[in-house]
C-alpha cells in the first residue's frame, strides 16, 4: 500500500506540534500527522511554511517550545516529513490560483498542486479553489 501524503498549512503545523492544540485539527488532519508519527504517511511542509513560522516567532505572535533552529531540526528528525523547497513548478501552479487572494496561501496550496497531493488546511476553499483534496 502507498504511503498517504499531503501538504500541510502553516497553523495545521503548529497545531500538531503542540499536543494542547490537536483539538483545533480536524480528525482527518490529526489523523493524518498521527500516522506521519508511526511512519505510515509522508507530510510535505512548504518553504513558506517554515518563513511563516519564523516570522510569527520573531515578532512575538508565536511562542516555539525551543529555539526555531531547534524546532526546525525537530519536525524534520522524522524522515517522513519532508521540506518542500519553493520551486518554478509551484510558482507557475501559484500564477494559475489568484483566486486564493493572500500569497502565501497561494504558494502553500501550489505547492499541494503542483505535488498532486491533498492539503491540510482548516480553510476549505483554498483547497477549492487549487482544485486538490482536503484533509480536515
Not at 480536524?26 to 500516522?35: K, P, S, T, Y
Request: charged share 15%; proline share 7%.
Amino acid at each position: 500500500m502507498a504511503a498517504e501524503i499531503a501538504v500541510t498549512d502553516t497553523h495545521s503545523l503548529l497545531w500538531y506540534g503542540e499536543p494542547r492544540a490537536h483539538r483545533k485539527l480536524g480528525r482527518a488532519a490529526l489523523a493524518h500527522f498521527q500516522r506521519v508519527d508511526r511512519g505510515q504517511a509522508v507530510i510535505y511542509v512548504p518553504a513558506l511554511v517554515l518563513a511563516d513560522v519564523s516570522e510569527l516567532a520573531h515578532l512575538g505572535r508565536i511562542t516555539l517550545p525551543m529555539p526555531f533552529d531547534t524546532w526546525m531540526d525537530g519536525v524534520f528528525s522524522n524522515p517522513c516529513c519532508i521540506m518542500q523547497p519553493l520551486s518554478d513548478q509551484i510558482i507557475r501552479a501559484a500564477h494559475q490560483l489568484f483566486a486564493i487572494p493572500e500569497r502565501g496561501d497561494r504558494l502553500i496550496a501550489a505547492t499541494a498542486v503542483a505535488l498532486e497531493v491533498p492539503l491540510i488546511t482548516r480553510a476549505p476553499a483554498i483547497a477549492a479553489c487549487a482544485g486538490v483534496a482536503l484533509v480536515w
